[in-house]
């Protein structure tokens, strides 16, 4: 079988991004975009600033209680209604992110954004105090549902005139350190993910691909991680949904393409750098 092969690329410029400030008049009505983990700090963040901008938001998380609340606080805000979508990515096997596709494809027809928030934890520590079977559940929350969901809404996406996908990366992914264990190497595999497509999408106009390095933010896997640490100086994850709304807005292709460390761009310094050397 012969795929596309990307033509030999000219270098990608650093992409300019808009101040953290960036105006709030950003119209997304009539997009349609996945926000997985969108009951965590970051994720729910995303998707209420998606919403209150019009677009309507397909809310994926594990537990549907925790869904339904950020749900309620979308509508009650006079967001559109948004779109409930309970999996658990442990669990979770290619013919579940089929019948998603399925169902937004009978919705919607199309999807205009994917965003990829969601993931676990686990144990940090030795490696020698490291489950074997834990791994395997880092590896599909982390590395196998990113591929999977997104493998199943890319005739989705194709149908959209601009559609982008927006992944969350980790410093412990870019910059592996001792102790970080499975969580670490997932985020390096997502970060392979998504240099991977934006690579193989170089030649659609109509596919985007960006990464964000968060970095430090008061949510509450933050707290898992740094326990004893004063969260109240460390950016609230609403201090980030307007990048994420930026890059899930029309924008052209050449504008793409991005690993950006969003503290970075919090702080007003440069930030982008391109995702496929
Ligand atoms: N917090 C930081 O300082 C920081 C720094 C760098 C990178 N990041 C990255 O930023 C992203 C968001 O992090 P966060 O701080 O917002 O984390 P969070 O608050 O812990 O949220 C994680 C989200 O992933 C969901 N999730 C966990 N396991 C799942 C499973 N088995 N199936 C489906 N969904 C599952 C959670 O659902 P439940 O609500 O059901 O638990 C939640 O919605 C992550 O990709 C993380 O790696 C965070």
């Not at 940090?124 to 105090?129: A, N, T, V």
């Not at 933010?217 to 949904?241: F, Q, V, Y």
Request: aromatic content about 6%; hydrophobic content about 45%.
């Amino acid at each position: 079988m012969n795929f596309p092969r990307p033509v030999p690329r000219h270098p990608h410029p650093i992409v300019n991004l808009p101040p953290p400030d960036i105006a709030p008049t950003i119209d997304l009505r009539d997009r349609v975009i996945v926000v997985t983990g969108a009951t965590g700090g970051l994720g729910s963040a995303v998707a209420k600033a998606l919403a209150a901008r019009g677009a309507t938001v397909v809310l994926h998380g594990r537990t549907l209680a925790r869904i339904e609340s950020v749900y309620d606080q979308i509508v009650a805000a006079g967001g559109p209604e948004p779109v409930i979508l309970p999996l658990d990515f442990a669990r979770a096997g290619g013919d579940d992110f089929a019948n998603v596709s399925a169902a937004l494809e009978s919705q919607f027809q199309r999807l205009d954004g994917l965003v990829h928030t969601a993931a676990m934890l686990g144990s940090l520590g030795p490696m020698e105090h490291q489950s074997f079977d834990a791994w395997l559940a880092l590896l599909r929350v982390n590395v196998a549902a990113p591929m999977g969901m997104t493998r199943a809404v890319i005739p989705l996406l194709a149908r959209a005139p601009d559609a982008a996908v927006v992944f969350t990366l980790d410093d412990r992914g870019v910059a592996p350190r001792a102790y970080w264990g499975g969580y670490g190497v997932t985020k390096a595999a997502v970060a392979a993910l998504a240099r991977e497509l934006a690579d193989e999408w170089e030649n659609r106009p109509n596919l985007r691909v960006d990464a964000v390095v968060p970095g430090p933010i008061r949510s509450p896997m933050r707290g898992r991680t740094h326990p004893g640490e004063d969260r109240s100086r460390l950016p609230a994850p609403e201090a980030l949904a307007p990048l994420y709304v930026h890059l899930l807005r029309g924008r052209a292709k050449a504008d793409s393409g991005a690993l950006i460390d969003a503290g970075a761009w919090l702080s007003g310094s440069p930030a982008s750098s391109p995702l496929v050397a």
